[in-house]
Nanobody, 126 residues
Framework: QLQLVESGGGLVQPGGSLRLSCVVS????????IGWFRQAPGKEREGVSC????????DYADAVKGGFTISRDKAKNTVYLQMNSLKPEDSGVYYC???????????????????WGLGTQVTVSS
């Protein structure tokens, strides 16, 4: 069974950076699309970014384009979300999710994903 564990969250000042990690165990990343999602207090969970199983087709929500970068380390079976130029509105719990797929990823349909991590808290505040 696939398991996902997020880490790397924390408190950072506006304009700062964080790198989140999603360690995947139970299968090889090549077979899975990975998505990153976030949920701010009082708001619905929203998609942020995703990466296909091939690792060559990243996609980003408009709100994070130019500031966030998704990548992966196959040797570590880990997907990263590098977050730069953080703003207070980027605060929330960040989740990674996986879907067995050999096609493009998507972050618009949360119900498309099969496995989820428990999340890591990101707080952007001065």
């Amino acid at each position: 069974q696939l398991q996902l564990v997020e880490s790397g969250g924390g408190l950072v000042q506006p304009g700062g950076s964080l790198r989140l990690s999603c360690v995947v165990s139970g299968s090889n990343l090549d077979f899975y699309a990975i998505g990153w999602f976030r949920q701010a207090p009082g708001k619905e969970r929203e998609g942020v970014s995703c990466l296909s199983g091939s690792g060559i087709r990243p996609d980003y929500a408009d709100a994070v384009k130019g500031g966030f970068t998704i990548s992966r380390d196959k040797a570590k079976n880990t997907v990263y979300l590098q977050m730069n130029s953080l703003k207070p509105e980027d605060s929330g719990v960040y989740y990674c999710a996986a879907k067995r797929s050999n096609g493009a990823c998507n972050f618009y349909r949360q119900d498309w994903y099969e496995s989820w991590g428990l999340g890591t808290q990101v707080t952007v505040s001065s």
